[in-house]
């Protein structure tokens, strides 16, 4: 399907908090049209997005191999997956790779858009349009180079590494953290000079009246930075953390190419990959369909508290 | 000028006693991967038969056999081949009803390659290797699948090092110094011993990955994880049958007595490591002398190949099959009994180096006398071919290739010192239980 | 009225910025240029440690193998993918500034219920549902065609709900209440004051689209048979060899399935970059 690699998203944070009631359109037009042009939408999204994924719903409760038989078994699935170590050590997989590839990024992103906002810089246009160079690439591609550079023996990362005294041969595969790292290094790669746009594209939204009178008041760049732009950021750093967060959970191709069967030690074993194991090695589907479900109440309960944060936040940033 | 056209027509009418059908452009789809359809046969055939349009799609391995295949056999759709890999097999044994019973085809005859008509699977089979043919047998005796290939495993091992070591480097000699796998672990122990301490500290090792020593073990026994008991799942004897044990056991003496370098097969880091030297052996199938070639081109020569410990073993291999909804059936039967019919499977293997399973090859001096200069001309043909008719043939079933995978988990966690290995196979086995039941 | 602010004095950029920019560039750059290095050397260059860091003499040679590789049509392969990229670039923009703008500005039952409705759906992982989407595609008859990847994709609930944040934002009531007091109806206010506005918005999203279609591997591998149906990401596939990496052809492979993408990137780079940024602040 062409949602890509870690998901479309919609670009806008936000910003502004929204009474839940109002209607933020024009009353006046005929809303009768509303029909009409949401019906293309709709249909094709009920035809090839919810009805296949209803199908999965139902067959969750089966055990059905596609070439076999399948019968009824209720809840089964769900139980065995909550007893089954796999279900866990992925919950644990995902979380990890998304943290080690969700807040560093988010550091350096913040850092390099503040460098890119200063208006004396040379080459501006030239630098942020290098940013999103990485983001065309094919994924498969880039694992192919990246698991040669991360390569145990004779990789160039393993060469730096020792030269500069940080480790020697350190394995990026069967290490748990080293390949965590590697992945999270691919989709840091992959998605920083996005989130660095985007963070600039904040800050450059930043009155300048702020830094105007913090600088009147005496603070130096450091402080304006820490007191001014930080809070401001608030918003961007909520969305970008949520947009994160939902791809960061569905972590897919890249564990995939470097392990299909998740590692020795079932290190790469995302929660995708276990899903997309268990249904097209396994011929599980009844029970891939169940970890299907739980990965989306997994991404919609951080999704939400996720939202209610950046809510709440946005509620007392608001004058 | 008349009466000679007349009569030519006439002469040719009486020529075309086969059917029409056989001038009647088709199109045959083929599922494969890798370099299973050769190109240089592709084309030859499509010499032959004009008509015939050949339309090749090659996956990955795992979608193909696994995803694809699936897919296919549910929605009643597919190609008119598949390519089986033998790790696929096991699987795809049990359910025969995705396949053409090949029993119940019969040849057009093509008499340019000396295949008559009328032949049906059972009546070729003697032209190939027991048990790489049973491997495309179903569980209820169907034939599903005709072997192209056979891995064969041999030991490909470096002459130079092996001097260096102070080893014995004429292949004869090798293979005395090996006649079990505990001799084989112990010849690894007195190379490293002569590594140097830079060298040690460099990761140079005897062999590339110890762990590739439990498939060559498994192969040589009877039985692997099932036995055959008539049902399409066969019953699982992974726990019970003692060749298990041994390959683990075996595989895991060699993993802790340090004799490989635990490098990955088929990563960069394998590439480089066949160019530097790091690694003195491989356990090597047929196919991969030309991997070799191809990566290693600067050791030409330094290489020679000498028989393995137990006798032979085997890595790799495929089917080609006809499914059930093949819309060709016919003409998909012609082309796979000419593409695997000796003469061709030889063509094969002088251009890609895959081993035929065509076992009347054998005898074939075409085969025994071929040598490789890149292998300081070692007769491999000649050590492939007593290799491969060592082995039995072993009923594989259903999950094979899962627990396959178990397993090799459970010998990497070993070798790369996560766990113990008594840990390491108590998880295997609750591995396994999660992959045989539910 | 509006006096001009005093700009804030910004410092001069120490070099050492200029130094971090650098490293950020090489970085972005790196990986394109290590495949063109490996694509363009011997497999024993490419084997060698520490490795070749410049690029051999081979490309032209392997981009040659590349193309005549056996179901390579290359392009055929480029034409398909560009064909389904611009298709569903298309579709998209088209039924989600629709939709979005029957999200953002019309009123009708049901609307908001649908919205967030929609919006949870998008936290389903694809994987899920690709089986039955198969056996529904192949119903419709649209197996191994191209309209197997198109039709699908034809409108996205990301697609949505980003034109709708957009309509939402850069589309003033007043003006759409001004337009319908005039007497226009809803169609003509469509088509001829929001989409010439959020036109930019629009492209954006389509190049997103464009770009998602271009490098998608599973689902056109699953759908595509024959090889000259193939999209360029499924053609790089029948470059493996049977068993393992063969990484000269398959970088050579990746680097001129990338090469057109650059290519495209020198012209719409710019526009990419203030789509994204506008989308950031804007709503």
């Given amino acids: ?319 | 000028m008349a009466v000679a056209s007349i009569a030519a027509a006439v002469i040719g009418l009486g020529a075309f006693s086969a059917p029409a059908k056989a001038a009647d452009p088709v199109t045959i789809t083929i599922w494969t991967f890798g370099d299973v359809i050769q190109r240089n046969l592709v084309a030859e055939y499509k010499a032959l038969h004009p008509e015939v349009t050949l339309q090749i799609k090659k996956s990955d391995l795992d979608p193909l056999d696994g995803t694809n295949m699936v897919t296919a056999c549910t929605s009643k759709t597919g190609p008119d081949i598949v390519a089986t890999e033998v790790s696929y097999s096991g699987y795809w044994r049990s359910y025969p009803k995705c396949f053409t019973d090949l029993r119940t085809m019969k040849t057009t005859g093509e008499p340019t390659a000396n295949i008559a008509a009328g032949l049906s699977a059972s009546d070729i089979k003697a032209n190939y290797l027991p048990w790489r043919w049973a491997q495309g047998v179903a569980f209820d005796g169907s034939v599903i699948g005709i072997p192209t290939d056979v891995g064969g495993l041999e030991v490909a091992y470096r002459t130079d090092l092996f001097k260096k070591a102070g080893l014995p480097t004429e292949r004869g000699a090798v293979a005395k110094l090996w006649p079990t796998w505990d001799k084989f672990i112990a010849t690894g122990q007195k190379y490293n011993a002569k590594l140097s301490a830079a060298n040690k500290k460099a990761g140079m090792g005897f062999i590339d990955n110890a762990g590739t020593i439990y498939a060559a073990i498994m192969n040589q026994g009877t039985a692997k994880y099932y036995a055959n008991d008539g049902t399409e799942n066969g019953k699982l004897i992974y726990d019970t049958n003692p060749q298990v044990k041994l390959a683990w056991n075996t595989t895991i003496k060699a993993t802790q007595a340090g004799i490989g370098t635990r490098i990955g097969q088929y990563t960069s880091d394998w590439n480089i490591g066949m160019n530097k030297g790091t690694f003195a052996t491989i356990l090597a199938p047929a196919w991969m002398m030309d991997y070799i070639k191809a990566q290693a081109p600067d050791t030409a020569g330094k290489w020679d190949i000498a028989d393995m410990p137990g006798g032979g073993g085997n890595q790799g291999g495929t089917q080609l099959g006809i499914p059930s909804y093949a819309q060709n059936k016919q003409a998909a039967y012609d082309f796979l009994t000419w593409y695997l019919a000796p003469a061709q499977e030889l063509k094969v293997f002088k251009t890609y180096g895959l081993f035929p399973a065509a076992s009347v090859l054998y005898k074939d001096p075409a085969l025994t006398g071929y040598t490789d200069p890149f292998f300081n001309n070692a007769p491999v043909g000649k050590i492939y071919a007593e290799g491969v008719q060592t082995l039995k043939p072993i009923f594989e079933g259903k999950l094979q290739r899962a627990i396959d995978t178990a397993i090799g988990a459970g010998l990497g966690r070993v070798a790369a010192k996560k766990m113990t290995a008594e840990k390491s196979w108590a998880q295997v086995l609750s591995d396994l239980k999660k992959v045989v039941n539910n | 009225m509006a006096t001009k602010l005093k700009q804030p004095r910004w410092r001069r950029v120490p070099k050492r910025n200029y130094f971090l920019l650098g490293v950020i560039v090489f970085l972005s750059f790196f990986p394109f240029y290590w495949m063109f290095v490996v694509s363009s050397n011997t497999n024993a260059e490419i084997s060698k440690s520490p490795p070749s860091l410049i690029p051999g003499g081979r490309f032209l040679v392997v981009a040659h193998k590349v193309m005549s590789a056996q179901g390579v049509y290359f392009s055929r392969a480029l034409l398909n993918t560009f064909v389904v990229g611009i298709s569903i670039a298309l579709a998209q923009v088209v039924f989600s500034a629709i939709a979005g703008f029957a999200f953002a500005k019309l009123d009708f039952k049901g609307r908001k219920g649908l919205i967030l409705f929609v919006v949870g759906t998008m936290m389903l992982p694809s994987q899920l549902g690709i089986i039955p989407l198969f056996m529904l595609v192949k119903n419709l008859h649209m197996i191994d065609s191209l309209f197997g990847l198109i039709v699908p994709a034809l409108v996205t609930a990301f697609g949505v709900f980003w034109m709708r944040q957009i309509i939402d934002a850069q589309i003033p009531n007043e003006l759409l209440e001004a337009a319908s007091i005039d007497g226009a109806s809803v169609p003509r206010i469509f088509f001829s004051i929001v989409l010439p506005i959020v036109r930019q918005s629009g492209f954006v999203l389509g190049l997103f689209a464009f770009l998602a279609a271009w490098n998608d591997y599973l689902w056109p591998t699953i759908v595509l048979q024959s090889p000259k149906h193939f999209t360029l990401q499924v053609a790089l596939t029948q470059l493996k060899p049977m068993y393992g990496l063969d990484y000269g052809l398959q970088m050579g492979g990746a680097f001129l399935a990338t090469a057109p993408l650059l290519i495209l990137f020198l012209f719409v780079g710019k526009k990419l970059v203030t789509g994204v940024m506008d989308g950031a602040v804007k709503g």
């Fill in chain 1, 1 to 319: 399907m062409t949602k890509g690699e870690r998901g479309k998203t919609s670009l806008t944070p936000w910003k502004k908090t929204r009474k839940p009631e109002a209607f933020p359109g024009v009353r006046s037009l005929n809303g009768k049209w509303g029909y009409l042009y949401v019906a293309p939408f709709i249909f094709m999204f009920v035809v090839f997005g919810l009805a296949p994924v209803l199908y999965s719903v139902y067959i969750s409760f089966f055990h059905w191999d596609p070439l076999g038989s399948s019968n009824f078994v209720g809840l089964r699935n769900f139980n065995n997956l909550l007893h089954d170590s796999d279900f866990w050590l992925s919950i644990r997989n995902t979380f990890s790779i998304w943290g080690l590839s969700t807040f560093p990024q988010m550091f350096m992103a913040i850092g390099l858009a503040n460098i890119l906002r200063n208006t004396r810089l040379r080459g501006k246009s030239f630098f942020r349009t290098i940013l999103l160079v990485p983001n065309i690439t094919s994924v498969i591609a880039i694992t192919i180079v990246f698991s040669q550079l991360f390569g145990r023996d004779f990789g160039i990362i393993n060469d730096i590494l020792s030269w500069a005294g940080l480790g020697h041969h350190i394995d990026f595969i069967e290490g748990v953290i080293p390949s965590h790292v590697q992945i999270a290094t691919m989709i840091t790669w992959r998605w920083i000079g996005y989130n660095t746009l985007i963070f600039l594209a904040s800050m450059l939204a930043i009155p300048n009246e702020l830094y105007e009178s913090a600088s009147v008041d005496g603070a130096t760049k450091r402080q304006q930075f820490r007191f001014v732009t930080l809070p401001q950021l608030k918003n961007t750093i909520t969305f970008v953390l949520i947009v994160g967060t939902i791809g960061g959970l569905q972590v897919f191709a890249e564990p995939q190419q470097l392990a299909a069967d998740g590692g020795s030690s079932k290190q790469f074993l995302t929660l995708t990959l276990f899903l997309y194991n268990q249904a097209f090695v396994n011929n599980k589907y009844g029970y891939a369909a169940a970890i299907g479900i739980m990965i989306t109440f997994i991404v919609l309960i951080i999704s939400t508290v996720n939202f209610f944060i950046s809510r709440k936040i946005s509620n007392d940033g608001t004058r």
